[in-house]
Nanobody, 114 residues
Framework: QVQLVESGGGLVQPGGSLRLACAASGNILPVNLFGWYRQAPGKQRELVAAISGVNNVDYADSVKGRFTISKDKDKNTLYLQLNSLKPQDPAVYYC????????WGQGTQVTVSS
């Protein structure tokens, strides 16, 4: 069993930055896909960024050049650096880990407002 706990969400002004973290614990297999998703009210959950076990990364077009995904393998922690936040970025951001199974965190709220 794997547990994921996100942190780092909050309120930021347009153009501001946040850094999200997702701490994973439990029996994590080495071959996995670790990613961030987001869900805004009334919308479907969507992929924001993902990183594979061999560090291949993928980003949604809407966040390319602004968000950066990274992971600390020793700490089993996934990060998402959010820069140049826009009014369309607010959502609950979820961490997902997929190996033999699929695990989700509880989510962290990101709000962008002046």
């Amino acid at each position: 069993q794997v547990q994921l706990v996100e942190s780092g969400g909050g309120l930021v002004q347009p153009g501001g930055s946040l850094r999200l973290a997702c701490a994973a614990s439990g029996n994590i297999l080495p071959v996995n896909l670790f990613g961030w998703y987001r869900q805004a009210p009334g919308k479907q959950r969507e992929l924001v960024a993902a990183i594979s076990g061999v560090n291949n990364v993928d980003y949604a077009d809407s966040v390319k050049g602004r968000f950066t995904i990274s992971k600390d393998k020793d700490k089993n922690t996934l990060y998402l650096q959010l820069n140049s936040l826009k009014p369309q970025d607010p959502a609950v951001y979820y961490c997902r880990l997929a190996d033999q199974y699929e695990y989700w965190g509880q989510g962290t709220q990101v709000t962008v407002s002046s």
